[in-house]
C-alpha cells in the first residue's frame, strides 16, 4: 500500500463521486475509499455498489469508511476505522482475515495498540492543520510520523493538510501514502492534481 491514497468527499467534489474515482483510478491509485457521512445507509450502499465496481475493473482496493456493514454487503476489500468506531477486533471477526482494515491513529499508544490488534495499516493523522475533518485534532506534525515509523512494520498513510507543498516532507518522514482531499476533488482536473503527487513519490523513490 503505497503512493496517494483517495478518499472521495461528495461536498467538495466538483464532479461526483463516481467521476472522481473514475479519474483516480485511471491514473493508477492503487486505494479508494469511499467516505459519506452524509448520505442515508441505503444511497450509501447503492453509491458504494457503483464505485466497487468501477474499482473491481480497475484493480483498485475499495474501502469503506467506518461502515463494516456496508463493506460487507458491497464486498468491498476492506474498511477503514476511526478510534470511535467499531474496534478492529471486533470488526475483523465479522470481515474475516482476507479483508483489509485500516485505523486511524493519532500519536504512538494508538498505532502500538492497532497493529497489536491486527491492522493492515495505520491511517496517521493529523500531520497538518486541515478544515476537510472538523474533529481530526491538533496537528502532529512530520514528527508522529517519524516516531511511529520507528516502532511498528505495517505501511502508514499521512492525512491532514497536506498539499503539494508539504508532501515531499511527509514521504521523506516515512510515509509509505498519503491522502490530500481539498488540493485534489475541489479542483477541475482531478487527474492532473493526483499526478502531481505521484511524481512526489516517483522523485523520493529516485533519490533513495
Known amino acids: 500500500?503505497?503512493?496517494?491514497?483517495?478518499?472521495?468527499?461528495?461536498?467538495?467534489?466538483?464532479?461526483?463521486?463516481?467521476?472522481?474515482?473514475?479519474?483516480?483510478?485511471?491514473?493508477?491509485?492503487e486505494v479508494i475509499q469511499y467516505r459519506n457521512k452524509n448520505r442515508e445507509t441505503r444511497q450509501m450502499y447503492e453509491e458504494a455498489v457503483r464505485l466497487?465496481?468501477?474499482?473491481r475493473d480497475s484493480d483498485s482496493i475499495f474501502l469503506i469508511n467506518d461502515r463494516v456493514d456496508i463493506a460487507l454487503a458491497t464486498d468491498a476489500d476492506g474498511v477503514h476505522l476511526g478510534q470511535s468506531d467499531m474496534p478492529c477486533l471486533a470488526a475483523r471477526k465479522l470481515l474475516g482475515q482476507e479483508?483489509?482494515?485500516?485505523?486511524?491513529?493519532?500519536?504512538?499508544?494508538?498505532?502500538?495498540?492497532?497493529?497489536?490488534m491486527g491492522a493492515d495499516y495505520l491511517g496517521v493523522s493529523p500531520i497538518f492543520q486541515t478544515a476537510t475533518k472538523l474533529d481530526a485534532g491538533k496537528p502532529a506534525g512530520i514528527?508522529?510520523?517519524e516516531e511511529i515509523r520507528g516502532h511498528v512494520d505495517i505501511p502508514?498513510?499521512?492525512?491532514?493538510g497536506i498539499?503539494?507543498?508539504?508532501?515531499?516532507?511527509?514521504?521523506?518522514?516515512?510515509?509509505?501514502?498519503?491522502?490530500?482531499?481539498?488540493?485534489?476533488?475541489?479542483?477541475?482536473?482531478?487527474?492532473?492534481?493526483i499526478k502531481k503527487f505521484q511524481e512526489i513519490f516517483a522523485a523520493h523513490r529516485r533519490r533513495i
Open 1 to 29: 500500500m503505497k503512493g496517494y491514497y483517495f478518499i472521495t468527499d461528495s461536498k467538495l467534489s466538483r464532479a461526483g463521486n463516481e467521476n472522481d474515482v473514475l479519474q483516480a483510478v485511471a491514473c493508477g491509485v
Open 163 to 193: 498539499n503539494h507543498c508539504n508532501a515531499s516532507e511527509v514521504v521523506s518522514a516515512g510515509a509509505d501514502g498519503l491522502c490530500a482531499i481539498s488540493c485534489v476533488v475541489a479542483k477541475e482536473n482531478v487527474m492532473d492534481e
Open 52 to 55: 466497487r465496481e468501477i474499482c
Open 143 to 145: 514528527r508522529l510520523i
Open 156 to 160: 502508514l498513510i499521512a492525512i491532514g
Open 99 to 116: 479483508r483489509i482494515i485500516g485505523v486511524t491513529v493519532h500519536n504512538l499508544a494508538e498505532a502500538l495498540q492497532a497493529e497489536n
